[in-house]
C-alpha cells in the first residue's frame, strides 16, 4: 500500500464529523435536489420511472459504473433536452465520479426545464454495486482488472489524481474502501482509495498519481502501465529521485468540541509558530461564547504574538484578537486580525458542532511523520 501515513491521527472523539450526510438542498436559484446516497438508494428500489444518470465520459462510463444507469456527459448537456430525458417530470438521479459535474449537470438539467432532478455525489462513495460495460454477473468470464491502492483520511486526507499519458490504454474506477459499507465518515477515520484498471488495448504507458491534500505537503508518483496481449495491466512504480526522499514532520492542530473533532492547518507565520510551541506542552481547553452571530471567542492562557493584517473571513479561519483571545469563524467579517490557520470546514458543519452559547473547545497538537 502507497501513500500518507499519519502518526496518531486518528481523533479519538467519535460522532458527527465534517462531511455528514447532506440534508436536501433545494432552493428555487439552484432548481434540483441534493440527496444522500442512502436516499438515492430508496428511490432506485422505486416503480417511478426514474432514470440512474451517469454524467462522466464514456470511457470513466464502460470502466465501472451503478447499475441501470445511462450515461449522458455533462459535457454534452447544452440547452437542449437529451434525446434520452424525454420527459420533463421524469425523476433524474444524478452522479458523476467525486460530486462536482453532477451538480453542474442538475443545474444544466434543471435550467432546461426538467422538475424533478436528483443529485447524489459521486461513485467513489458508493456502496452499491457497480457493473462495467460487458460485463455480466452470472457468468464466471467477468471483466479482468488491476488494483491500486492508497492511504488517506477524512477530515483532510490525501485526494489522488490519475492522469495517463496514453488515456486510451486502460480505463479506471475509484473508490474509497473503509473496511465496512456501515460506517460513519469522522475526522481522522482511515480508508483507502481504491483504483481498479482495466485493460482496453495492448501497449505500455506512464501514469502519474498526484497527491493533493489541504493539510499536507503533496505527493506524486510515477508508474508504468502495460497491457499484453490478453488485456492483463501490471503496474509498475519507477523510482523517485534521492532529492525528494527527505520529508520533515510538521505539526497539525485538533480542534475538539464534545464529541466532533476538526483539523486545523497552522498559518505560516510566527504567530501560529507560538502557538504550536504552547501546545507542545499539553492540551488547552478554551471556553468559548458566541459574539455578533458569526463567530466564538473565548481567552487565550497565554498572549502570543501578533501579526495583525486586514483580512476578511471566510468560515473556518481561526482568528488571533488582540494577542490574547482566540477566534473560530462561521461567517464573514473584515478587520485587522492575525490568522492563526483554517478549518476545513463550512458554515454550516461548524454551527452543528458548536452550537449556540458557550461551549467548550480543546486544542491538541498532532505530528506528521
Avoid at 319 to 343: A, E, R
Amino acid at each position: 500500500m502507497k501513500g500518507y501515513i499519519i502518526a496518531a491521527l486518528v481523533v479519538t472523539a467519535a460522532g458527527l464529523l465534517i462531511g455528514c450526510a447532506a440534508k436536501h438542498a433545494e432552493t428555487a436559484a439552484v432548481g434540483y435536489t441534493q440527496i444522500t446516497q442512502d436516499e438515492a438508494k430508496e428511490m432506485m428500489q422505486k416503480d417511478d420511472g426514474h432514470i440512474i444518470v451517469d454524467v462522466r465520459r464514456q470511457d470513466e462510463f464502460a470502466a465501472g459504473h451503478i447499475t441501470g444507469a445511462v450515461c449522458i456527459p455533462n459535457e454534452s448537456i447544452g440547452q437542449m433536452k437529451p434525446s434520452e430525458l424525454p420527459d420533463l417530470e421524469q425523476v433524474i438521479l444524478v452522479y458523476c465520479r467525486s460530486g462536482n459535474r453532477s451538480k453542474q449537470a442538475s443545474q444544466k438539467l434543471a435550467d432546461i426545464g426538467y422538475t424533478n432532478v436528483y443529485e447524489f455525489g459521486g461513485i467513489i462513495d458508493w456502496t452499491g454495486e457497480i457493473v462495467a460495460e460487458g460485463e455480466n454477473s452470472d457468468s464466471s468470464d467477468s471483466t479482468k482488472s488491476t488494483v491500486l491502492k492508497f492511504d488517506s483520511f477524512d477530515g483532510g486526507g490525501y485526494e489522488y489524481t490519475v492522469t495517463l499519458e496514453d488515456p486510451e490504454l486502460v480505463s479506471f474506477t475509484e473508490k474509497h474502501d473503509y473496511g465496512t459499507s456501515a460506517h460513519e465518515i469522522q475526522s481522522g477515520s482511515p480508508y483507502d482509495v481504491v483504483f481498479s484498471f482495466v485493460g482496453l488495448k495492448e501497449g505500455q504507458t506512464e501514469m502519474t498519481v498526484s497527491a493533493t491534500s489541504p493539510i499536507i505537503e503533496p505527493e506524486e508518483y510515477t508508474y508504468i502501465v502495460t497491457v499484453d496481449n490478453d488485456l492483463n495491466v501490471t503496474i509498475t512504480e519507477q523510482e523517485k529521485a534521492s532529492a525528494d526522499v527527505t520529508s520533515e514532520p510538521f505539526p497539525i492542530i485538533t480542534v475538539t468540541c464534545g464529541d466532533t473533532a476538526f483539523i486545523m492547518k497552522p498559518e505560516d507565520n510566527s504567530s501560529a509558530e507560538a502557538l504550536i510551541e504552547k501546545l507542545c506542552d499539553g492540551e488547552v481547553t478554551l471556553e468559548l461564547s458566541d459574539y455578533g452571530g458569526f463567530e466564538k471567542v473565548g481567552d487565550l492562557p497565554w498572549a502570543l504574538t501578533t501579526n495583525d493584517t486586514e483580512i476578511t473571513t471566510t468560515a473556518g479561519d481561526v482568528i488571533l484578537y488582540q494577542g490574547d483571545k482566540l477566534t473560530i469563524y462561521y461567517d464573514v467579517n473584515t478587520w485587522n486580525f492575525t490568522k492563526l490557520g483554517h478549518i476545513n470546514a463550512t458554515k454550516e458543519q461548524l454551527l452543528e458542532a458548536f452550537g449556540s452559547g458557550d461551549v467548550t473547545v480543546t486544542l491538541g497538537l498532532e505530528w506528521t511523520e
